[in-house]
């Protein structure tokens, strides 16, 4: 009978863990493993700037370009920068691989946002957070040129990886490092 039980224990975990990497999304968990550069190009549309940039060599992240992209990403209305979550560049970096789309740009709409900026836009019905992942420079709005808003958003809750929110009438997908979420 113990022998059986100890048999038993073995095909459960060995299930459970079969089970946990088949529910990781296939192109996302390999970009996970696999070291190699990762490179994004990203269009802020209140700006008017444009940055292709490889914030990751394959082994460690580049500081001079993760600050291209904490300048990139700045609250433009107080020309505040802030240092982004590296995590959120991966994320999106990840989102790419599985939608296919590494080659478009990402048109960013709102990345860091000052205290004083997120309470200036926090109007009845805006949708905008009082503590807001933006303010921790943890969350992004954006949409990527050429892909569908809808197939930007299940990628995103297919990853869970963090917060993600859908704004299709405003034509842009949030996401953060936050906890996972939706909306």
């Known amino acids: 009978m113990n022998e059986i039980d100890k048999h038993r224990r073995k095909w459960l975990a060995l299930g459970s863990a079969a089970m946990g990497i088949a529910l990781l999304p296939g192109r996302a968990f390999a970009t996970l493993s696999t070291p190699r550069p990762r490179i994004l190009v990203v269009n802020n549309l209140n700006t008017g700037e444009t940055l292709k940039t490889e914030f990751f060599d394959g082994k460690r ?10 300048h990139l990403f700045r609250d433009y209305r107080a020309e505040k920068i802030k240092s982004i979550d590296p995590a959120l560049f991966d994320h999106l970096y990840r989102l790419q ?9 990402v048109q960013l709409i709102s990345g860091y946002r000052s205290l004083a900026t997120n309470n ?5 019905g805006s949708g905008v957070a009082k503590h807001s992942y933006h303010t921790l420079g943890q969350a992004m709005d954006f949409h990527i040129q050429g892909i569908e808003l ?7 809750l297919k990853m869970r990886m963090g917060g993600v929110g859908y704004y299709p009438r405003s034509n842009f997908v949030h996401i953060d490092t936050g906890p996972a979420r939706t909306w």
Request: net charge positive; charged share 30%.
């Open 97 to 105: 691989v599985m939608l296919g789309g590494t080659n478009k740009p």
């Open 150 to 156: 809808s197939n930007i958003r299940k990628a995103a």
């Open 120 to 124: 200036s836009m926090r109007e009845p």
């Open 61 to 70: 992240y580049n500081k001079d370009e993760l600050a291209r992209l904490n």
